[in-house]
């Protein structure tokens, strides 16, 4: 999995898909579909085991292999495998980031860390999943890191039909996109859109207009809740069981990071309690 998230976010490979370059003889391409196929195998290789032994587990892919469509049928198992490969790669880079900027703002915003950690320490424990959901600060936070700097900065569309905007018609076949990170910027939505300050989400609701870190429309991100509230367990169990310092507190610099935006640097040194 690592293998093919280095080989998706390998410069090369960036270039050549800015470039539309799809000829598969291509070393970065080339580098990515072995990369994919040596995973697919893997994954293969336990759906098989699965198949074989009627072993079911708590996890997606015993979950991917039970569902069923309208008439009865499954999944086949390369249907499997492409959901397997899709969601782990759409979900571990882009939640990885938005933690690491969660450490990048907490670490720079010891006011925002101490009420944080304050609220974390209130729970007594650290294993109660709903009520580490249910912190409203907790919540506010990570909204927070998604609104600044959200690790996909724009969500990408094919015009159907010709779209008007402010008295321009664009028209059909061009690609247009979302810029959550201008979005998320607005002054009349975000006053003091820079300052890092959770408390904006405690004091308002923002819409599925307003507020768009997992995109939005029929292909809205699928992992949108799934991403926030595994976000929120590894922050809370972290904080709840030591303390973390930056290590490097320079002021806060954005950079690509593959396909998506993260700080240049979030290093932070862990105590435990
Ligand atoms: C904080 C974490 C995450 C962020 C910021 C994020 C962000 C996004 C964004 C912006 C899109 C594009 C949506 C659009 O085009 O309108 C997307 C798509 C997608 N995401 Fe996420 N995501 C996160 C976590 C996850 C997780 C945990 C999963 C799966 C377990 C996941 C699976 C997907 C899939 C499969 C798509 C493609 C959906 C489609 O095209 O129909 N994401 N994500």
Redesign the pocket.
């Known amino acids: 999995m690592l293998d093919l998230a280095a080989t998706f976010s390998n410069p090369a490979f960036i270039l050549s898909a800015l470039l539309s370059v799809e000829h598969d003889g291509w070393p970065p391409n080339r580098r990515l579909d072995a990369a994919r196929q040596r995973l697919a195998a893997l994954l293969q290789e336990n759906i098989a085991e699965r198949h074989a032994t009627g072993t079911a587990r708590a996890d997606?892919l015993s979950r991917l292999m039970e569902a069923r469509f309208d008439d009865g049928s499954r999944f086949s198992d390369t249907a499997l495998v492409d959901?397997l490969i899709?969601?782990?790669?759409?979900?571990?880079e882009?939640?990885a980031?938005?933690?690491t900027w969660s450490f990048a703002w907490l670490g720079r915003h010891p006011e925002v860390a101490q009420r944080l950690q304050d609220e974390i320490d209130s729970l007594g424990s650290d294993d109660d999943i709903a009520a580490i959901q249910a912190l409203p600060y907790l919540d506010a936070v990570?909204k927070e890191c998604?609104r600044l700097y959200?690790?996909?900065p724009?969500?990408?569309?094919m015009l159907a039909k010709p779209l008007q905007l402010r008295g321009y018609e664009i028209p059909a076949g061009l690609n247009v996109a979302?810029c959550?990170a201008v979005l998320h910027m607005n002054p009349d939505l975000y006053p003091d859109p820079e300052r890092f300050y959770p408390e904006r989400f405690l004091e308002k609701t923002y819409s599925g207009n307003e507020f768009?870190?997992?995109?939005?429309?029929?292909?809205?991100?699928?992992?949108?809740h799934?991403?926030?509230f595994?976000?929120k367990i590894v922050l809370a169990v972290l904080l709840f069981r030591g303390r973390y310092t930056l290590q490097e507190p320079a002021p806060l610099r954005v950079a690509r990071r593959g396909f998506l935006m993260g700080p240049t640097s979030a290093r932070v040194r862990f105590q435990r309690k």
């Open positions: 997606i959901n899709a969601n782990l790669m759409a979900g571990h882009t939640s980031m938005t933690l990570v998604l959200p690790a996909v724009d969500v990408l569309r979302a959550s768009i870190p997992f995109g939005g429309g029929n292909r809205v991100c699928i992992g949108n799934f991403g926030v595994e976000v």
